[in-house]
């Protein structure tokens, strides 16, 4: 069933619930799902509306234009969209295949509401694989030396293919500030760790190393700082003394995966709201 998303946050108070909702109501929108959240530390409402597209006489646009008065009494930070376009994904990795794999499977058998747009790599060694699905494989090598030029076309090649989001399935290379900032909230990464511990490099040997119980994965978006964009979702694992470090990178790939997916899933779906650092799930 084709929706419409409308997904609000703006400074708590009386009466944002029942004018949205009467809202609706006077346009004879069908709410088929509603998510509340008031913040009490921060003072900010959070909500997400599903409502049925069929159900209003209007389109998009003349929604916004219809609703931005209340929006502006309420001074709300909002966007509406339609279920029916699909976002387009642009995703990017090296050599490791897990997380790639797992998110082609899953968009093969309809399970991630996208369109695929291109997989961009600092290697060829995944080209046979993606191409079999029919995506568009990039080969875009990264001189050490010099990475301006590679992330120029990285930049360009998301550009062209119009891409609405950006996912590292274990792209192993750092994004330049520009292109961090140029997609705010738009590159979605898999860390090996559940943060903020182990940042960086080799976690699972960090954590062998700290003798830690619990190992994990954490889902976030990119920003300028290494690892500590706002956090989508996280998962763990329980490990034991008797695991090696070859253990614990294999039992990490499978919570990888699943935070990973998850994590986009809820992306596709506009169910993730931003404020500051720190994020609202409505999954």
Same mark, same amino acid.
């Given at each position: 069933m084709r929706t419409f998303r409308l997904v609000i946050a703006c400074p708590d108070g009386v009466g944002i619930v029942a004018k949205v909702s009467h809202f609706l109501a006077s346009h004879?929108?069908?709410?088929? %799902?509603a998510s509340h959240h008031s913040d009490e530390q921060s003072g900010w409402f959070f909500m997400r509306h599903e409502i049925r597209a069929?159900?209003?006489?209007?389109?998009?646009?003349?929604? +916004? %234009?219809?609703?931005a008065p209340i929006a502006e009494a309420f001074s709300m930070v909002w966007h509406i969209t339609? /279920?029916?376009?699909?976002? +387009? $994904?642009?995703?990017? &990795?090296? +050599?490791?295949?897990?997380?790639? &794999?797992?998110?082609?499977? +899953?968009w093969h058998s309809q399970e991630l509401d996208c369109d695929i747009a291109c997989v961009i790599s600092n290697h060829n060694d995944l080209r046979s694989m993606v191409e079999w699905h029919g995506i @568009?494989?990039?080969? #875009? @090598? #990264?001189? @050490? &030396?010099?990475?301006? @030029?590679?992330? &120029?076309? #990285? /930049?360009?090649? $998301?550009?062209?293919?119009?891409?609405?989001? $950006?996912?590292l399935a274990r792209y192993m290379q750092i994004l330049p500030p520009q292109l961090c900032q140029d997609y705010a909230q738009r590159v979605i990464n898999i860390h090996h760790s559940f943060l903020p511990s182990f940042v960086g490099a080799k976690p699972y040997h960090q954590a062998a190393a700290r003798g830690v119980k619990l190992i994990g994965a954490t889902c976030h978006y990119v920003t300028e700082e290494l690892d500590a964009g706002p956090i989508?979702?996280?998962? #763990?694992?329980?490990? /034991?003394? /008797?695991?090696s470090t070859e253990d614990m990178v294999r039992l990490g790939r499978d919570v990888e995966k699943m935070v990973l997916a998850r994590g986009l899933r809820y992306h596709l779906e506009d169910r993730v709201l931003v404020h500051g650092n720190k994020t609202v799930i409505f999954d």
């Open positions: 004879n929108g069908w709410i088929t %799902e069929d159900s209003l006489p209007f389109g998009l646009d003349e929604f +916004r %234009e219809a609703f339609d /279920s029916g376009r699909k976002k +387009r $994904v642009a995703l990017m &990795a090296s +050599r490791e295949s897990h997380c790639l &794999a797992d998110l082609l499977h +899953r @568009p494989y990039y080969h #875009v @090598p #990264v001189n @050490p &030396a010099d990475k301006q @030029p590679a992330f &120029a076309e #990285v /930049s360009r090649l $998301v550009s062209e293919h119009a891409a609405d989001v $950006v996912v989508i979702e996280q998962d #763990v694992v329980r490990i /034991s003394h /008797s695991h």
